[in-house]
């Protein structure tokens, strides 16, 4: 292992893998430290297999426990082998959909004491001490609470862990804050080839979803490639989440999506490192080239 270290903070079973999969498989390939953090157990998901459809929160209430195997399948596939749920495993349940009765449910993670949920993500930074922080925006990537409040958490995680008065253990600065993004050119090439595809999957109507960034917003380009079958086999091991026909996937609304290899990024906090040497990138394929920085660990010393 090189002395690079990642942490990267997700919500859910399976937001790892649809996020930044192909991220995870390059670096851990390449013998950076990657150390997954996962808030809940995902108990509130739908399930796509029928005959796992007893799993769900409103029958058995079983499927984060089986969500707990399928995110270990899913980080072998990436070559993960560090992995935490924040808190332990079940400290914090899935609080369902934005406006459903489950976000009021007692232990959810969106009404988690904010210093408390962040204590636990400090003592995993000052543990792990990653120079690269990732997770998502302000609006959790798409709205969701458990992601808003997976921002929230790692946000003042980052603060907090540099605060010697904080907390027990060696304080820890972490050097570079990225948040997760889509490109909103990469979503309109995707749903274009999704509709001529052939695929059982229906195109995506790009302009009325709750996610993606301008193409100038993307500062971090991160080219994995060379990782997309390791990414289309985690994404297979997460079966009661994702269904795969490769190389397009859906959720349980059947609405298809491409599995992407070329992955976005936001820095947030931290100094840009140098644009990559070779020429000018579009983003996505489309719109106006912007030349951007291609290592998530560029610049630091």
């Given at each position: 292992?090189?002395?690079?270290?990642?942490?990267?903070?997700?919500?859910?079973?399976?937001?790892?893998?649809?996020?930044?999969?192909?991220?995870?498989?390059?670096?851990?390939a390449e013998g950076a430290g990657v150390t997954l953090v996962t808030c809940t157990l995902g108990d509130e998901g739908e399930v796509i297999p029928p005959e796992l459809a007893h799993l769900?929160?409103?029958?058995?209430?079983?499927?984060?426990?089986?969500?707990?195997?399928?995110?270990?399948?899913?980080?072998?596939?990436?070559?993960?082998?560090?992995?935490?749920?924040?808190?332990?495993?079940?400290?914090?349940r899935d609080s369902g959909m934005m406006g459903v009765a489950s976000n009021d449910r007692p232990g959810v993670f969106w009404r988690a004491d904010l210093d408390e949920a962040a204590g636990?993500?400090?003592?995993?930074?000052?543990?792990?001490?990653?120079?690269?922080?990732?997770?998502?925006?302000?609006?959790?990537?798409?709205?969701?609470?458990?992601?808003?409040?997976?921002?929230?958490?790692?946000?003042?995680?980052?603060?907090?862990?540099?605060?010697?008065?904080?907390?027990?253990?060696?304080?820890?600065?972490?050097?570079?804050?990225?948040?997760?993004?889509?490109?909103?050119?990469?979503?309109?090439?995707?749903?274009?080839?999704?509709?001529?595809?052939?695929?059982?999957?229906?195109?995506?109507?790009?302009?009325?979803?709750?996610?993606?960034?301008?193409?100038?917003?993307?500062?971090?380009?991160?080219?994995?490639?060379?990782?997309?079958?390791?990414?289309?086999?985690?994404?297979?091991?997460?079966?009661?989440?994702?269904?795969?026909?490769?190389?397009?996937?859906?959720?349980?609304?059947?609405?298809?999506?491409?599995?992407?290899?070329?992955?976005?990024?936001?820095?947030?906090?931290?100094?840009?490192?140098?644009?990559?040497?070779?020429?000018?990138?579009?983003?996505?394929?489309?719109?106006?080239?912007?030349?951007?920085?291609?290592?998530?660990?560029?610049?630091?010393?």
């Amino acid at each position: 292992m090189n002395d690079r270290r990642l942490l990267l903070v997700h919500a859910h079973p399976d937001d790892e893998t649809i996020g930044t999969g192909a991220t995870m498989a390059k670096y851990a390939a390449e013998g950076a430290g990657v150390t997954l953090v996962t808030c809940t157990l995902g108990d509130e998901g739908e399930v796509i297999p029928p005959e796992l459809a007893h799993l769900t929160s409103d029958r058995d209430d079983t499927l984060g426990a089986h969500r707990v195997g399928e995110l270990a399948a899913a980080c072998a596939a990436l070559g993960v082998t560090d992995h935490r749920f924040l808190g332990g495993q079940g400290r914090w349940r899935d609080s369902g959909m934005m406006g459903v009765a489950s976000n009021d449910r007692p232990g959810v993670f969106w009404r988690a004491d904010l210093d408390e949920a962040a204590g636990e993500l400090v003592r995993i930074i000052r543990e792990v001490r990653p120079q690269v922080l990732v997770t998502y925006d302000e609006n959790g990537f798409y709205g969701h609470p458990d992601h808003i409040q997976a921002h929230r958490v790692a946000t003042r995680a980052f603060e907090l862990a540099a605060d010697p008065a904080f907390g027990e253990g060696e304080p820890w600065r972490i050097a570079k804050f990225y948040v997760t993004a889509v490109a909103r050119s990469t979503m309109r090439r995707g749903a274009q080839a999704v509709a001529g595809s052939g695929t059982r999957f229906s195109p995506e109507q790009v302009d009325d979803l709750p996610y993606g960034c301008a193409d100038e917003d993307v500062t971090t380009e991160i080219d994995a490639r060379a990782h997309l079958d390791a990414k289309i086999a985690a994404m297979r091991a997460h079966a009661t989440q994702i269904s795969v026909e490769a190389p397009w996937y859906a959720l349980s609304n059947d609405v298809g999506q491409e599995v992407l290899a070329v992955e976005h990024y936001i820095l947030r906090s931290g100094v840009l490192g140098p644009p990559a040497p070779s020429a000018p990138v579009e983003v996505g394929g489309l719109g106006e080239p912007y030349k951007l920085e291609d290592d998530l660990f560029a610049g630091i010393d």
